[in-house]
């Protein structure tokens, strides 16, 4: 049964680190399969659009998403790669791993992103808005990189949106 774990926060060396990959083996492993979906469950408790394995102190190339619309499927990312990246937009970010703050980021309008699925099957996901913007929140979260790092004017929410941003911010 799944269970919601514990979500590490800016200052925790693992957030820090880039996550290595994953060997197609551990695929088979049931702890691999449980740390899957457990980070849904986190997710969804947090409540949040994406959750990167490094936010649960697992420094593995892999993260969950569910941007809640009708146009995506919850889905798990294994060894993504950005395979397009179109139309540069300025955007306010939030992260679960920095509770309570949101900032200003550019990030592409429109990505596509390529790995693996839960069975190591390939897959490509594709869009653009909330879903484009978490794609790539999560792969910085791979690479050791927080919002934080590239955004400008971080700050407490300030506005209506500002706090919905902040509470249900990518992971």
């Known amino acids: 049964m799944p269970y919601i774990r514990e979500i590490i926060t800016d200052g925790h060396p693992t957030?820090?680190?880039?996550?290595?990959?994953?060997?197609l083996k551990e695929l088979d492993d049931p702890l691999f399969q449980q740390l899957i979906d457990d980070m849904f469950e986190t997710m969804y408790a947090?409540?949040?659009?994406?959750?990167a394995a490094p936010q649960v102190n697992v420094s593995k190339r892999m993260f969950?998403?569910?941007?809640?619309?009708?146009?995506?499927?919850?889905?798990?990312?294994i060894n993504p790669k950005i395979e397009l990246a179109e139309e540069e937009v300025e955007l306010t970010e939030g992260c679960l791993s920095v509770p309570g703050y949101v900032g200003e980021i550019?990030?592409?309008?429109?990505?596509?992103?390529?790995?693996?699925?839960?069975?190591?099957e390939k897959i490509r996901?594709?869009?653009?808005?909330?879903?484009?913007?978490c794609l790539q929140h999560e792969i910085d979260h791979?690479?050791?990189?927080?919002?934080?790092?590239?955004?400008?004017?971080?700050?407490?929410p300030q506005t209506d949106e500002e706090r919905e941003i902040a509470e249900t911010a990518e992971a």
């Open 125 to 133: 996901l594709e869009g653009g808005g909330l879903f484009a913007q």
């Open 106 to 120: 550019t990030r592409f309008a429109r990505v596509a992103v390529s790995g693996l699925d839960r069975n190591g």
């Open 142 to 156: 791979l690479n050791g990189v927080l919002y934080i790092d590239k955004a400008k004017n971080v700050r407490l």
């Open 64 to 77: 969950v998403i569910d941007v809640n619309d009708d146009e995506h499927d919850p889905a798990v990312v």
């Open 15 to 23: 957030l820090r680190k880039v996550a290595k990959k994953v060997d």
């Open 46 to 51: 947090a409540p949040g659009v994406g959750l």
